[in-house]
């Protein structure tokens, strides 16, 4: 007869000296751990609870303008600063891991309407109201110390045009960057004319922004309530795209640059294909008022929108409603966000003169992690994806306190909304099949494209 | 989709004996699937498509990684006991094996013989590390089975039914004369449960940290030991009851009672969740194999019947036992023990279709009163009218251990993080359902039908009692008239019932309009049309 029976012995199951690590065996069969759903359930639920208890977003505001914040700009080599100009000429940069001004730039006797940072991180170009373009060079000053002491510095170039300008963007890993106001110039670093001039219209263009992956395209907005398109190749602009509201802002995505969101008048964001602007992707609704700075994280999967209606909403790429949202009794109108390079935090420039700083995900730990807390930080935010649809997880995972105008106009909307939709739905079911159509939502408030 | 083609492909590059390993790791595969994949063609959602399609394959990759791992990971492959010629495995004795086995083995072999203090009981902790054992006569003791050390022995002075240990081996549960108390591991008396009453059946479920009792009339109490909450007590209305079990897969509680009837319970309900008639006689003994679908019942009638729980069918009987307690392995061997005889079945054929394996007998005279399997050991201990015995099964434990589930090598400090990371994972009693896989699915669509007469009925009848109830405010200085307050009433009665008859007009209306209808469509002889009253002009 042949046999065999279990025999542990002990010195192969348990350590040899105290200093070792302790043995751990493992058995991923699923019989011998009965109930295994009903156990995940409910980890996920104490994880949703956990994070709500965690979630602790704003980190600290900046504080030295004077007047409120209409644009920033990010130093694409360094992480650790952010520019910030103001309706009063005022150009600061910035140290965000102390949350103070290093340095202070002459900046323009009006409002600075544009900030923009050259690929390489030397010059930092502004431009304003006042007509003037400003070149500044930032590798000059010492690197960002916590100090009280700002330093003044002198612009390197002035350049002086005919109209104000209202935005500006410079080129990715090239020399020439975009003014905006009456019409759209390209400039050189040297040259203190244009080199090109784009004019469709007679609209002041309102924003502009380079491809990140084509370096030769870039998009406009202009206040005729178009997208504009503009290759720098040929001589004459590719393509228009009239909306049935001003679009403030554009951000191209990083990951698949083909696609662009524009930050709409009528409080929703709506992400294009560029090679297709005949509908939109995605409409992304959940602001209640004017949407007025878009941003998207490096990592191409989120980005950010600051709204006239004093909330910062972080979006989802391919999503219709954000998974998010920032709000503060002391911050009033938000004219600009933006992503830190690394996607970890934003930055929310706003009305009541402050740069605020808030984290991207909401309870997450900052600082360096053990590989056992990243491992189980993962553990939970899988396990809490896994049951969030179900009743109990999802209220709590969907909860965010709302201010109470923000509730209502929210309720407001979505009553005018639901009224509308009634009364399109009694229209068509009281006319013949087939004479009302409706318009899907993407291509609902696009009034036509223009070659 | 994409990935039957890949296996296709792959199977013709592969070689012969490569494929059979293929073959083996698709087993190993199955266990580690937790069934079939989601049908993705049926969906016409793209996006939900696409996120499906990811998830499914990761699923995939998982489970392949585990049945690729299992080589390294679980190296040891578990007992067995074959037989070679002539001889038949049930006729081998115990003493035939302890000469082929090695002496930690056979030291596992063992007879303890305690003659004055009644029949024992025992219960394993889940790592099966420590025992406990406890005479009918109040002897109480509680086992180190890897040292053979005592680590606690007492006297409760009252006769002691039952013994089961709590989440681990510092608690455990007595269930003694009047009531059932709760000990420490140092024997120091912690609770006594009085709402209990005089309990003949104790069982512990460790993922909801619920103490369940039952007495001899058949009233079955749930107790929260976490938090002390007496969470379900009911009356089984059975009759009387011998046998209580726990079906560890999904926590279900059943209790055999003496007409032959298994029902099944749940904390959160007053009514049993199946009631199954199993026997002639009354249950004798009940158990529940590990993987949840199979459940073995002996009657007084010396008949075994091995159910299957998904469909509630009989698929074996094995005759000619009277066994008066059974217990299958963490392998699915079956024990059944019967006066002084152990009888241990197997499945070797994967069909279910237990036939024998091992037998034993102890002195005569001596009854079994509880088989126990070890868990991850070959062991088997019976508890007995003079004492326990224990003795080898090869191939019935699981031989790879897993340390976050149970460790039979835990040390002070990891018994202590487990108790922690139990209670953070504590199940509520909602979860103890017949399928535990449920949770997390969707509800079924039903279609909602028009209510029936009795239903709207009663709906109107409802509301007019809630109004009935409302309280009137009694109005001062002479304009609390009677007449007046009755009138008021009326009319909020007739505003409860305003909407119903309001729908019950329509209805008629309907009904009348295609009355109306028919009508029109007969037409009158010629001879009578004159006679038709015409509408009168304005």
């Known amino acids: 007869m042949k046999v065999k029976v279990i025999s542990r012995s002990t010195d192969e199951f348990t350590r040899e000296r105290s200093q070792d690590l302790q043995r751990v065996f493992r058995n991923f069969d699923p019989k011998l751990r009965p109930q295994e759903k009903a156990v995940e359930y409910v980890r996920a639920l104490n994880a949703a609870k956990l994070e709500k208890i965690f979630a602790r977003p704003f980190i600290g505001a900046m504080d030295g303008h004077i007047d409120a914040i209409s644009c920033m700009a990010k130093n694409p080599n360094f992480l650790k600063g952010i520019f910030s100009g103001s309706m009063d000429g005022d150009i600061r940069l910035w140290d965000i891991a102390s949350r103070k001004t290093v340095c202070q730039f002459p900046g323009h006797q009006g409002a600075v309407r544009g900030l923009t940072a050259s690929t390489d991180g030397s010059t930092l170009i502004s431009c304003g109201t006042d007509c003037t373009c400003c070149l500044i060079n930032v590798l000059s000053f010492p690197s960002c110390h916590a100090d009280c002491a700002c330093l003044h510095i002198q612009a390197n170039a002035v350049y002086v045009g005919k109209n104000a300008y209202w935005a500006v963007d410079h080129q990715w890993g090239g020399d020439l960057f975009a003014t905006t106001g009456a019409r759209v110039e390209i400039w050189n670093h040297n040259r203190s004319q244009p080199v090109n001039t784009f004019e469709w219209g007679t609209d002041t263009v309102i924003s502009v922004r380079f491809n990140p992956g084509e370096p030769n395209l870039l998009a406009t907005s202009a206040s005729d309530r178009s997208i504009a398109l503009y290759d720098l190749r040929m001589s004459t602009p590719a393509r228009k795209l009239i909306m049935q509201t001003r679009t403030n802002s554009i951000a191209w995505n990083p990951m698949e640059p083909l696609n662009f969101t524009a930050a709409n008048e009528d409080c929703s964001c709506y992400s294009y294909d560029a090679r297709k602007l005949d509908e939109a992707k995605c409409v992304h609704k959940d602001h209640v008022s004017a949407v007025m700075d878009i941003d998207y994280s490096p990592t191409g999967r989120e980005f950010v929108t600051g709204s006239y209606d004093r909330t910062v909403r972080i979006f989802p790429y391919n999503g219709g409603h954000s998974r998010e949202i920032y709000h503060t009794k002391r911050m009033q109108r938000v004219f600009c966000v933006k992503f830190s390079s690394d996607a970890s935090y934003i930055i929310s420039g706003s009305d009541d003169t402050n740069l605020r700083l808030w984290k991207a995900k909401a309870s997450e730990q900052m600082g360096v992690l053990l590989p056992r807390e990243q491992k189980k930080h993962e553990y939970q935010e899988a396990v809490k994806n896994r049951y969030k649809h179900l009743p109990e997880v999802k209220r709590i995972v969907r909860h965010r306190h709302l201010p109470r105008p923000i509730y209502k106009a929210k309720e407001l909307r979505r009553t005018v909304i639901d009224a509308e939709k009634k009364k399109e739905e009694r229209r068509k079911a009281h006319s013949t099949p087939g004479s009302i159509v409706t318009e899907s939502v993407r291509k609902r408030r696009i009034i036509r494209e223009v070659e | ?538």
């Open chain 2, 1 to 538: 989709m994409g990935l039957e083609e890949e296996a296709g492909g792959s199977a013709k590059i592969l070689p012969p004996t490569e494929q059979e390993l293929s073959a083996e790791l698709d087993t190993k595969l199955q266990k580690y699937l937790r069934g079939e994949g989601a049908d993705l063609e049926a969906l016409k959602d793209k996006k939900l498509k696409g996120q499906l399609f990811v998830r499914e394959k990761l699923y995939g990759n998982s489970a392949k990684a585990a049945a690729k791992f299992e080589k390294w990971l679980m190296p040891s492959e578990g007992g067995y006991l074959e037989a070679e010629g002539v001889e038949k495995t049930w006729r081998i004795k115990q003493d035939q094996l302890t000469r082929e086995v090695d002496i930690l083995s056979s030291r596992n072999q063992y007879d303890i013989v305690l003659k004055d203090l009644g029949p024992y009981t025992l219960d394993f902790t889940p790592s099966g590390r420590y025992m406990a054992t406890a005479g009918r006569k109040g002897h109480v003791a509680i086992v180190d089975m890897k040292s053979m050390e005592l680590i606690r022995e007492m006297q409760v002075k009252e006769t002691v039914r039952d013994i089961v240990f709590l989440h681990n081996e510092s608690f455990f549960a007595v269930a003694q004369k009047k009531y059932p108390y709760i000990y420490n591991r140092d024997g120091i008396e912690l609770h006594c449960l009085k709402e209990h009453g005089a309990v003949s059946r104790l069982q512990f479920l460790k993922n909801h940290f619920l103490l369940a009792s039952i007495n001899k009339f058949g009233q079955l109490r749930y107790q929260d030991v976490t938090t002390g909450e007496m969470i379900g007590n009911f009356r089984t209305g059975l009759g009387r009851t011998e046998t209580m079990q726990i079906n560890p897969y999904n926590g279900v509680v059943a209790v055999g009672h003496s007409a032959g009837t298994v029902s099944m319970w749940k904390p959160t309900s007053a009514a049993p969740l199946v009631k199954m008639l199993c026997h002639h006689g009354p249950i004798s003994a009940l158990a529940f194999h590990p993987n949840g679908h199979l459940m073995a019942s002996c009657g007084r009638e010396k008949k075994i019947k091995i159910w299957d729980l998904r469909k509630f069918e009989v698929v074996q009987t094995i005759p000619g036992h009277h066994a008066k307690t059974l217990d299958f392995s963490q392998k699915g061997l079956l024990a059944a023990g019967t006066g002084s005889y152990a009888q241990v079945l197997g499945d070797f054929s994967g069909t279910q279709n237990y036939s024998r394996y091992m037998g034993h007998s102890i002195a005569k005279g001596y009854q079994i009163g509880k088989v126990s399997f070890r868990p991850y050991e070959d062991v088997l201990v019976m508890g007995h009218s003079m004492g326990w015995s224990s003795i080898l099964i090869p191939g019935s434990g699981e031989p790879n251990f897993d340390t976050w589930v149970a460790n039979p090598f835990e040390t002070s400090e990891q018994r202590r993080e487990k108790e922690i990371h139990s209670l953070l994972d504590k199940l509520p009693p909602e979860t103890i359902m017949l399928d535990p896989s449920k949770i997390g699915t969707l509800r079924p669509y039903k279609k909602r039908e028009k209510p029936t007469k009795e239903e709207i009925e009663a709906e109107k009848e409802a509301a007019v009692e809630s109004v009935k109830d409302i309280a009137l405010k009694k109005k001062t200085k002479g304009r609390n008239k009677t007449s007046k307050r009755v009138m008021k009433r009326k009319v909020l009665i007739d505003k409860a019932k305003k909407p119903f008859l309001e729908k019950q007009m329509l209805e008629e209306g309907k009904v009348a309009g295609k009355k109306r209808n028919l009508g029109e469509e007969t037409e009158l002889p010629a001879s009578l049309k004159r006679f038709v009253r015409k509408k009168a002009a304005v």
